[in-house]
Nanobody
Framework: QVQLVESGGGLVQPGGSLRLSCVAS????????IGWYRQAPGKQRELVAR???????NYADSVKDRFTISRDNTKNTVYLRMNSLKPEDTAVYFC????????WGQGTQVTVSS
């Protein structure tokens, strides 16, 4: 079955960095677009970044020049490198894949606070 497992979240001070990982299984990983989304308390889930099978990327304006999405097809893993973190980046971060049905991981908490 399709599985997406996120990891790498935690508590970090403003200006700090984290790298999130999303390990996928149960589908042809290399042929699919993978997205990172986030949801802050009381807010709707929003797209953070997306990477296609060909490696093309797009980002939310709020994270451009700070976050980098990448993929390693040999490890069925997508990464989200987050630099210059701000308190407003605090959220649960999810990865997803749309196979006709949209699958989500369980999420990983990122908290940016001093």
């Amino acid at each position: 079955q399709v599985q997406l497992v996120e990891s790498g979240g935690g508590l970090v001070q403003p200006g700090g960095s984290l790298r999130l990982s999303c390990v996928a299984s149960g589908f042809r990983f290399s042929r699919n677009t993978i997205g990172w989304y986030r949801q802050a308390p009381g807010k709707q889930r929003e797209l953070v970044a997306r990477i296609t099978s060909g490696g093309n990327t797009n980002y939310a304006d709020s994270v451009k020049d700070r976050f980098t999405i990448s993929r390693d097809n040999t490890k069925n893993t997508v990464y989200l490198r987050m630099n210059s973190l701000k308190p407003e980046d605090t959220a649960v971060y999810f990865c997803n894949v749309d196979l006709g049905f949209v699958y989500w991981g369980q999420g990983t908490q990122v908290t940016v606070s001093s």
